[in-house]
């Protein structure tokens, strides 16, 4: 690791052991925070361990509510992270849920494209990947999403401790293959384990990094 990327993550450290809070909740787009500050999205299938990882990032445990409903918050969730304020994180709402109703997936859709599509201070969104699944189908059409919307984004793998450290390999090699063929997407992955709180630096200054482009 150079000097550069050691400051960056000693930085971003720092950063998130300060201030974090809970902003809004925004189920349609008039209800957005004003544009003010940079912006880093969070999105993944539901039960991906996205709320986890909010929370593990953040040093916070309860900082992102783990929803026991899937499918049923369809809202952006709005993170402040530092004093004075230096970025937002947004909680996406969680997709790929089996038995949800057509109009709720409809919703969904709508609202993330939206989102996509028109905000100036979102500076990067992080897919999160089930390490035991790899990249699927329903990951393809988000990713299809920032492609399209031209939104920089980077393949993040979750649950990186449910897999022994070379099947972790396989599917870390798999899904940069899959990020090198996506022309917005970032083409090294960040494996984590908010479980054991590994690769939490590196992703913690992927954020800092991110939101300072
Ligand atoms: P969300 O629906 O994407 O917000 O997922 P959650 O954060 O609620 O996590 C879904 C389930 O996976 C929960 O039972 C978590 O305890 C579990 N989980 C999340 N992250 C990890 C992890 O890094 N390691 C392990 N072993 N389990 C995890």
Redesign the pocket.
């Known amino acids: 690791m150079s000097a550069d990327d050691r400051d960056l993550e000693e930085a971003a450290r720092k950063l998130f052991s300060g201030p974090v809070s809970f902003l809004k909740s925004a189920p349609e787009l008039k209800f957005l925070p004003p544009a003010t500050v940079p912006e880093i999205a969070f999105a ?13 990032l953040t040093n916070r445990s309860g900082l ?1 509510r ?2 026991n409903r ?1 499918g049923r918050t369809q809202e952006l969730n709005f993170f402040e992270v530092g004093e004075p304020l230096r970025l937002r994180l947004v909680d996406m709402p ?1 997709y790929g849920f089996a038995r949800a109703p057509k109009d709720v997936a409809r919703k969904w859709r709508w609202l993330v494209n939206d989102y996509l599509r028109g905000r100036q201070v979102l500076k990067r969104a992080l897919v ?1 990947i089930d390490s035991r699944h790899g990249v699927k189908e329903i990951d393809r059409e988000i990713m299809k999403m920032l492609d399209d919307t031209a939104v920089s984004y980077r393949l993040v793998l ?5 897999i022994k450290a070379s099947a972790l390999e396989a599917v870390q090699a798999e899904t940069e293959a899959e990020a090198r063929k996506r022309p917005a997407a970032h083409p090294e992955v960040i494996a ?5 709180g ?1 690769g939490m630096d590196r992703l913690r200054a992927a954020v800092l990094e991110a939101a300072e482009s």
């Open positions: 993944g299938r539901s039960n991906v361990g996205k709320s986890s990882l909010l929370n593990r992102a783990t929803s899937p969680g999160l979750t649950k990186a401790d449910k984590t384990s908010s479980e054991k590994l």
